[in-house]
């Protein structure tokens, strides 16, 4: 089974090492881990971004699955191009997991960045606008593609001191489709 392995983890100082112990992970549970940086992309072309793209959609296609990395980036939510990339395999019906080592409720998220507060029964934000509250620890659309396509979020119990590199999350996820493989 190929996985791909989605999420902002490509953004670490140590991005290759991190791609290559989930690859080994993937590897020691008879997996083949399919980590976005393997694309060879010359970064000075002018369409340096549009190869990067070309390159992860076409691994994403060789793909039999996706493992994608939802913990918080740079907000309250997870990396938007791992969100991308989540749903472009749920549309495809392929097996979709995920994980996020910050397992807190959206909303409660929310109020680490901005004020929240209830009106009319509802969570806005300073602007106005309402917060969704719906007791999962991200959007309703990634929780309910994951259930719907492969397993539920993965959380640890408690949040892990280095959330980015703690891959305790990530290898749950492996060992699930190493399972789903030998049921297949």
């Known amino acids: 089974m190929k ?103 959206y909303a409660d998220r929310v109020g680490r960045f901005l004020t929240v507060t209830s009106e009319g029964g509802r969570l806005v934000d300073p602007h106005g606008l309402t917060v969704e509250d719906f007791g999962h620890s991200d959007n309703l659309m990634m929780i309910h593609a994951l259930e719907l396509h492969g397993c539920p979020l993965v959380t640890p119990a408690e949040m892990p001191i280095d959330l980015w590199h703690d891959l305790a999350a990530f290898e749950a996820c492996v060992r699930m489709a190493a399972a789903r493989l030998i049921a297949s």
């Not at 100082?13 to 112990?21: C, S």
């Not at 907000?75 to 996020?100: I, N, Q, W």
């Open 3 to 105: 996985i791909y392995l989605a999420g902002p983890d490509v953004f670490l100082r140590d991005a290759v090492e991190i791609g290559r112990r989930k690859v080994d992970i993937c590897a020691a549970h008879g997996l083949t881990g399919l980590y976005p940086l393997d694309n060879i992309v010359d970064l000075a072309a002018p369409d340096a971004s549009r190869q990067i793209f070309c390159g992860n959609e076409a691994m994403m296609d060789q793909a039999d699955a996706i493992i994608a990395n939802l913990t918080p980036f740079r907000g309250a939510g997870a990396d938007p191009g791992t969100v991308y990339e989540l749903g472009y395999m749920a549309g495809r019906r392929k097996f979709c997991l995920a994980y996020s080592n910050d397992g807190a409720v």
